[in-house]
């Protein structure tokens, strides 16, 4: 594979990965989440935590897709 493509491709799960935490640690998760993620020792993030991971993880996929599809 070409060298671009592996950076682009490990930029996009990085973005996943992020925005996928950020989901499971939602600040607006109901009751019963909230509960059993402080019963299991788990937490939620603040508003403001949770806001700056979905950024960072977009941020980080559009940034792969660009790495990949850019020309020369």
């Known amino acids: ?3 671009k493509v592996v950076i682009g491709l490990v930029l996009i799960i990085a973005g996943l990965v992020v925005v996928f935490w950020a989901y499971n640690h939602s600040p607006h998760a109901g009751l019963g989440d909230r ?3 402080e019963l299991g020792g788990s937490y939620t993030l603040s508003k403001q935590m949770y ?3 979905m ?4 941020i980080l996929g559009i940034l ?3 790495t990949m599809f850019k020309k020369k």
């Open 55 to 58: 950024i960072v993880g977009v």
């Open 1 to 3: 594979m070409n060298r």
């Open 64 to 66: 792969g897709l660009y």
């Open 35 to 37: 509960l059993m993620s």
């Open 51 to 53: 806001a700056g991971s």
